[in-house]
């Protein structure tokens, strides 16, 4: 694309250079610079962009969207605005043009359940509407390309991109999702959302947001977006799905002007559920709506997995497919890669590993266990380091208070001390006899998977899918479902 049809949009403040230059692609990771491509040179809260445009010109870079102009780049063209962040959205949305307006697309925000609630919203789409893509914390699926997910929602020149690639291969719908740190930061910017999802909220990331009523303002953002009227290539009714059961729902909806459709378990919501059977094989449930009643199974245990449930049939009901349609397909709901996934032994141990690293997530997980314990529940958990050290106490009470015995272990500490993020969960602790430290992950698995028999429960706690763990100076490679599943068969050889 000719870069003076990128610009004709863009609310410039100045611009040295020539608009006859073709533009390949648009980039704000110097490392990933392309020839041809436009350099975002933004400011961010932890690097200065500005810095790496020598890098990103090396690399092949011929324009640069920059708050600066700069004399000494004299083949290069320069874009030029005080606040480059609040362009990068439009400029990206416009150079990949506007993809979001060419598929339905859910954006899902919360504390806890993102994850499940997408690959479930996924599953429906795919069946209902056509191939769904999905952009979240485990992985981006782009039509037929998967790849590993780097964050849970990209930059939003990424996200442009990705959702291009979306349309290229036939998609018909995506889904997101949507972090707080995102709609902070304005990396949803020009995404056309078509459906909001409110999970819950609940104490987590107050490092960033300082308060509850911030982290809440945040996630609101995701609601007024709906506000916004862009051009659809279809008419898709605009809908916020809010949890009715969450204290917080009201807020999340302030400034919203699309229609509400609400979900929840305690409150007779326009999707609603009762009946609820829990078991280690799945869950079943009956679902309410329109005064009609169907029975839901879903291959997902836990009570907190009703809920995920009820959100996408919810969105799905909100495009009126009818429930006796969507009831049938959540038998096949995907189980998803390190939400309370088993890991198969030799030993005939019940090891679960899951993605929980809030009190809240772990007490989840704790009720979900307890329904089917026949023994002890051992846990084994750490908190990742440069992260809300608020929680860290809470989660060594919950764990106490849930757990039959616990082992604090290493997350991923980042550049923080270990020790001190493991002192800071004992003291979540009254009783010393209920669980002790080891700093080595591995070491930590051994010790439970030692002390267990076949009525127990282990829960490895805290990195879920992650394959690696991270250290102040190095990442190593750390998968908790590989390293269970190698300690029982070491120890069954034994």
């Not at 003076?4 to 692609?25: A, D, H, N, R, Y």
């Not at 107050?206 to 609101?220: G, Q």
């Not at 669980?435 to 002390?451: C, N, P, Q, T």
């Amino acid at each position: 694309m000719k870069l003076k049809k990128i610009v004709k949009e863009i609310p410039l403040k100045q611009f040295k250079g020539s608009k006859e230059i073709e533009i390949t692609g648009v980039c704000a990771n110097s490392k990933l610079v392309a020839p041809g491509n436009l350099f975002v040179a933004r400011r961010g809260r932890m690097e200065d962009g500005t810095k790496y445009i020598p890098e990103a010109i090396s690399a092949g870079a011929v324009a640069v969207l920059t708050d600066i102009y700069d004399p000494s780049l004299k083949q290069i063209a320069q874009l030029i605005h005080p606040d480059v962040s609040s362009l990068e959205g439009l400029l990206s949305a416009h150079f990949y043009q506007h993809p979001s307006s060419q598929l339905f697309t859910v954006g899902i925000t919360g504390t806890n359940g993102k994850t499940t609630t997408s690959f479930i919203i996924k599953h429906l789409l795919d069946v209902l509407r056509g191939p769904c893509g999905l952009i979240g914390t485990i992985e981006y699926i782009l039509g037929q390309h998967r790849y590993q997910a780097t964050r849970t929602t990209p930059d939003v020149t990424t996200n442009q991109k990705m959702l291009r690639e979306m349309v290229q291969q036939n998609c018909q719908s995506a889904v997101m999702e949507v972090t707080s740190h995102a709609l902070d930061q304005g990396r949803v910017d020009h995404v056309d959302f078509d459906v909001a999802v409110f999970t819950n909220l609940t104490l987590d990331h107050l490092d960033y947001h300082r308060t509850m009523e911030d982290y809440c303002k945040a996630k609101n953002m995701l609601f007024r977006l709906l506000s916004s009227n862009q051009k659809k290539k279809k008419n898709y009714k605009k809908s916020a799905v809010v949890n009715i059961d969450s204290p917080w729902h009201q807020k999340i909806l302030e400034g919203c002007s699309a229609s509400v459709f609400t979900y929840g378990i305690a409150s007779k919501a326009d999707l609603y559920a009762d009946d609820i059977l829990l078991n280690s094989e799945g869950s079943c449930f009956t679902a309410h709506y329109q005064n009609r009643t169907v029975k839901v199974q879903i291959p997902l245990v836990g009570r907190y997995n009703v809920y995920n449930s009820l959100a996408a049939m919810s969105v799905a009901l909100t495009q009126g497919f009818d429930i006796e349609q969507i009831a049938p397909l959540m038998k096949l709901a995907p189980k998803v890669p390190g939400r309370l996934e088993p890991v198969a032994n030799p030993l005939d141990l019940k090891i679960y590993v899951d993605f929980a690293h809030s009190d809240d997530a772990l007490i989840n997980v704790f009720e979900c266990l307890r329904e089917f314990k026949k023994g002890r529940i051992l846990c084994v958990f750490g908190c990742g380091g440069e992260r809300d050290q608020s929680k860290r106490p809470r989660m060594g009470q919950a764990a106490e208070e849930y757990a039959d015995f616990t082992i604090i272990t290493s997350d991923n500490p980042r550049s923080e001390s270990p020790e001190a993020i493991a002192a800071q969960i004992a003291a979540g602790f009254k009783r010393k006899d209920s669980y002790i430290m080891d700093l080595d992950r591995r070491a930590a698995i051994e010790k439970a998977i030692s002390m267990a028999n076949p009525d127990d429960i282990i829960l490895i706690a805290g990195k879920g899918h992650e394959p690696y763990q991270i250290f102040a100076h190095k990442t190593i490679e750390f998968d908790d479902r590989k390293v269970a599943a190698e300690v029982c068969q070491q120890l069954a050889l034994k």
